[in-house]
């Protein structure tokens, strides 16, 4: 096991420079602190763990608005904080943040990228204010930008060509924080346990771009929607694009969730079947006053969801 320590006291005071010396399949237990500075994880079934999840801190500012060396805006996708490329890897118990602030200000700021296939996420924060959690391809403008000329996640020109996807992420107790669409992007993506929390801004928990053809998106199991909005003012989600696949299972829904459910993004991508719940509960869990189209699922129906049937087969229960 690799140890990362700022105060000298570990193999390492850097958490990028553990993860350029491990091996596929290392581990590296990083001791408490704030580790400033965007992380690339590439190595196949690593594990990041942290001493405490609220005591482990990885930071960044980097947001959309930045520019490049060619003045123009660096966008969506160069704004992570940290960003896994390889598939199998696990990360477990600390906090992942970007700080930007306010998308009104800086734009879209991502907390973590998660790109690579079967990503295992336990008991982690990911906090900040729009676009928190991307799961989704790499593009090859990032790899650009963090000096791979490649990786073992999956690649495209752009996540607007929509692409069949066919990588995996769960995720398990974890905290998510942000604002305007900040769960949003392709991949299956499983939440057990977790808490999604709204900032004062409001908006959309969700924001799936599942492919056509793809069976699911986003399942939300035994979650908790909550937040620091004017209540009302947090919608379950909208579709990035036209297929959009998001399910709400089991989850308590609180006063910050509007009881409109889902919303259209506009005249093209809309609400449809393919977006819903299935025995929410909570102040703001009647779905009589739902988007008229998003579906009320039956109890048969939600039996066909399991993680296992969500994730292809894969069952990141007892790891990888």
């Known amino acids: 096991m690799i140890v990362v320590a700022k105060d000298g006291g570990g193999d ?4 990028q420079a553990a993860i ?3 091996p596929a399949g290392g581990e590296i237990l990083i ?3 704030e580790y400033r500075g965007r992380v690339v994880i590439d190595k196949p ?3 990041l763990v942290g001493e405490s999840r609220e005591g482990v801190v990885i930071a960044d500012s980097r947001c ?3 520019r490049g060396p060619d003045g123009a805006e660096k966008g969506t996708f160069l704004s992570f904080t940290l960003i896994t490329l390889a598939p199998d890897v696990v990360v477990e118990n600390l906090t992942v943040l970007n700080d930007a602030g306010d998308g009104k200000i800086a734009g879209q700021a991502v907390a973590v990228y998660a790109a690579g296939d079967r990503g295992i996420w336990r008991n982690c924060r990911m906090i900040a204010c729009q676009d928190t959690l991307f799961c989704g391809p790499v593009m090859r403008k990032v790899l650009d930008d963090v000096g791979r000329a490649d990786c073992e996640a999956e690649c495209v020109p752009s996540v607007s060509d929509s692409p069949m996807t066919h990588s995996r992420q769960y995720f398990e107790n974890c905290f998510i924080r942000g604002d305007v669409d900040y769960i949003f992007g392709p991949y299956r993506c499983w939440f057990e346990g977790c808490t999604l929390y709204m900032n004062a801004r409001g908006g959309w928990y969700t924001a799936a771009n599942t492919p056509e053809g793809q069976p699911y998106g986003m ?3 035994r979650c908790r929607l909550t937040g620091e909005c004017v209540p009302g003012t947090g919608y379950l989600g909208r579709p990035w694009r036209r ?3 998001t399910l709400f299972l089991e989850c308590e829904m609180e006063e910050s969730v509007s009881w409109f459910g889902f919303m259209d993004w506009d005249e093209f991508r809309v609400v449809t079947d393919r977006l819903g719940e299935w025995r929410t509960t909570g102040a703001r869990a009647d779905q009589s006053v739902r988007h008229p189209m998003q579906r009320r699922m039956t109890d048969e129906e939600a039996r066909q969801v399991t993680r296992t049937a969500v994730l292809s087969g894969w069952d990141p229960a007892g790891g990888h």
């Open 12 to 15: 390492y005071t850097s958490i």
């Open 20 to 22: 350029d010396a491990a």
């Open 31 to 33: 001791k408490s602190g």
């Open 45 to 47: 079934s690593l594990r």
């Open 64 to 66: 959309a608005k930045d």
């Open 219 to 221: 399942v939300f199991h």
């Open 243 to 245: 297929f959009a696949r």
